[in-house]
Nanobody
Framework: QVQLQESGPGLVKPSQTLSLTCTVSGASITTHDSAWMWIRQPPGKGLEWMGV???????YYSPSLKSRTSISRDTPKNQFSLQLTSVTPEDTAGYYC????????????WGQGTQVTVSS
């Protein structure tokens, strides 16, 4: 059974860096045909795709967040992480990690999400 679990601080001050980790069980982050993503949902708004790290370690980011976003992975720990720099209150959101299987049936697995508030 594939499970993803986000962890990290729930409160970050403006201008600081938001750091979250997704711990994966039941699947390897180096498994072929998988893509590992971060997605967020601000209060009252829709889901926003932030970026992805592939099985080869390559990364792609949302153009609107590219300058502030970094996704990395720790293969021995089977974890991948998100860093978002220079946060503002507009970065307050529920943050989710996601596994997307890129071959049929294109199954998607979600973490339960973690709420991050940016406030002084």
């Amino acid at each position: 059974q594939v499970q993803l679990q986000e962890s990290g601080p729930g409160l970050v001050k403006p201008s600081q860096t938001l750091s979250l980790t997704c711990t994966v069980s039941g699947a390897s982050i180096t498994t072929h045909d998988s893509a590992w993503m971060w997605i967020r949902q601000p209060p009252g708004k829709g889901l926003e795709w932030m970026g992805v790290i592939g099985v080869d370690g390559s990364t792609y980011y949302s153009p609107s967040l590219k300058s502030r976003t970094s996704i990395s992975r720790d293969t021995p720990k089977n974890q991948f992480s998100l860093q978002l720099t220079s946060v503002t209150p507009e970065d307050t959101a529920g943050y989710y990690c996601n596994l997307r299987v890129v071959t049929a049936p294109f199954t998607s697995y979600w973490g339960q999400g973690t709420q991050v508030t940016v406030s002084s």
